[in-house]
C-alpha cells in the first residue's frame, strides 16, 4: 500500500499557548476569550426575545470550551443595554448536594436581589 494512504502526524507549535481553565467575569472578559460573536449575538437575541417573556437556558460544550465565558459575556452586554430589565439567577447543581427548599431560596433571594437593584436605579440613577 503507497505511504500517502496512512495518516501522518502533523505538529502545529502555537507560540504564547498558555492553557487556562477559568470563566471571565462578566464584567472584565478575558483576552483570549474571543471568535465567539456570531453564537454571543444568538445568545444575546434569544435572551432579549419578546417572544419569551421567561425561561431556563442551557448551553452545552466541553469541558473548558468557554461556556460559563460565553453566558457571562452575553449578560453582561444585555445588562449594559437594558439596565435592571434581567435577573439572573446562577444555580451550580454540580457542585452541592442542594435540596429543592435549598434551590428555592436561591431563587427567591436573586430576585429579592434584582428588585432592590433595580428600586435603587429607579430613585438613586
Partial sequence: ????????????????????????RPENVDKRFRGRAEIEKKLISILASDQVKSGAYLVTGYRGAGKTSLVNKALNSLNERHRNKYV???????????????ILKLIANALLDGYA?????????
Fill in 1 to 24: 500500500m503507497p505511504d500517502y494512504s496512512y495518516p501522518k502526524s502533523v505538529y502545529v507549535g502555537l507560540d504564547h499557548y498558555e492553557f487556562f481553565h477559568s470563566p471571565s
Fill in 88 to 102: 439572573t439567577i446562577r444555580i451550580n447543581l454540580g457542585h452541592e448536594d442542594l435540596k429543592e427548599k435549598d
Fill in 117 to 125: 437593584n433595580w428600586l435603587l436605579g429607579e430613585y438613586y440613577c
